[in-house]
Nanobody, 115 residues
Framework: QVQLVETGGGLVQAGESLTLSCAAS????????MGWYRQAPGKQRELVAS???????NYADSVKGRFTISRDNAKKTVALQMNSLKPEDTAVYYC?????????WGQGTQVTVSS
């Protein structure tokens, strides 16, 4: 059974930092591309950051320079370090694992940034 469990969400003030973590089980983690997505109320889910199995990263323009994605294959985790948070970063953040047609999602964790 595949599980992706996100932790680390919460309520912070603008300018503060938060780190999200996603723990995977039931998959050969090292072969999966991992990503963080977010969905704000009334908006579509969007890609925030992704990291390939080789460690190449990609970021949404809105978070470049503020967020950092990293992975630990030994621990089967992927993290999202979020700095200089803004109210517009408020959303439910989801962890995603992809390998060809295998596509798994976590349940999400709420991040709320107050102004």
């Amino acid at each position: 059974q595949v599980q992706l469990v996100e932790t680390g969400g919460g309520l912070v003030q603008a300018g503060e930092s938060l780190t999200l973590s996603c723990a995977a089980s039931g998959i050969i983690f090292s072969i999966y591309a991992m990503g963080w997505y977010r969905q704000a109320p009334g908006k579509q889910r969007e890609l925030v950051a992704s990291i390939t199995r080789g460690g190449n990263t990609n970021y949404a323009d809105s978070v470049k320079g503020r967020f950092t994605i990293s992975r630990d294959n030994a621990k089967k985790t992927v993290a999202l370090q979020m700095n200089s948070l803004k109210p517009e970063d408020t959303a439910v953040y989801y962890c995603n694992a992809v390998f060809y047609r295998d596509d798994y999602w976590g349940q999400g964790t709420q991040v709320t940034v107050s102004s």
